[in-house]
């Protein structure tokens, strides 16, 4: 199979030739039409709003804070899961939209939503914030770490920030920071 390619190569010259060319063409016309990234987003568009409600408790903000801006923000289109939690003096929650939306025009829905909702609110609650824009290159992990230990937080955080650091910069794959 391969003498022949190669016998069909030398006997027809300038074919193999053209065909190479052509070849050739076709994928830098490809390369430069492809849509790349350096860093691509992997995680879906999602939106943060945070409320904060002094003075109440997590119940409390639960049915006066959370459950009036879930229910203003359900209606908008393109969304995937609707996360919530709420403590006290505070409610977060967690608006996750479709893979491939334009995350502006999420934004600007979700706005839209929060600026009507916004005066239904107690008083004494401030209006609904949604948090910056974030990449997904930003955060990979958080830790929480526990401690049957009764010791003080000013002698934990030195201990476990440095046994961490430590541990962590010797793997191979992290830089240090």
Same mark, same amino acid.
């Given at each position: #199979? ?5 016998? /069909? =190569?030398?006997?027809?010259? $300038? ?11 076709? $994928? ?10 350096? /860093? ?11 409320? %904060? ?5 997590? %119940? ?9 801006? %879930? ?17 006290? $003096? ?29 005066? %239904? ?8 914030? #949604? ?14 770490? +526990? =401690? ?12 476990? +920030? ?16």
């Amino acid at each position: #199979m391969l003498n022949a390619i190669v016998r /069909f =190569s030398i006997r027809f010259r $300038g074919i193999a030739i053209s065909l190479a060319c052509a070849l050739l063409v076709y $994928g830098i016309y490809s390369l430069s039409h492809v849509p790349y990234d350096v /860093f691509p987003e992997f995680a879906p568009p999602e939106v943060s709003i945070q409320t %904060e409600a002094p003075g109440l408790s997590p %119940e409390q903000v639960e049915v006066l804070v959370t459950q009036p801006i %879930e229910n203003a923000i359900n209606g908008v289109s393109g969304i995937e899961s609707l996360r919530s939690r709420s403590i006290q $003096g505070l409610s977060v929650i967690t608006v996750v939209f479709r893979s491939g939306t334009d995350i502006y025009r999420d934004r600007q829905a979700v706005t839209e939503r929060l600026t009507t909702v916004a005066s %239904e609110l107690p008083t004494g609650v401030q209006p609904p914030l #949604m948090t910056p824009l974030t990449s997904s290159t930003t955060w990979v992990m958080e830790v929480g770490l +526990t =401690s049957d230990k009764q010791l003080s937080l000013s002698i934990r955080r030195p201990r476990t +920030t440095e046994g961490l650091k430590s541990q962590l910069s010797r793997l191979p794959s992290l830089t240090s920071s």
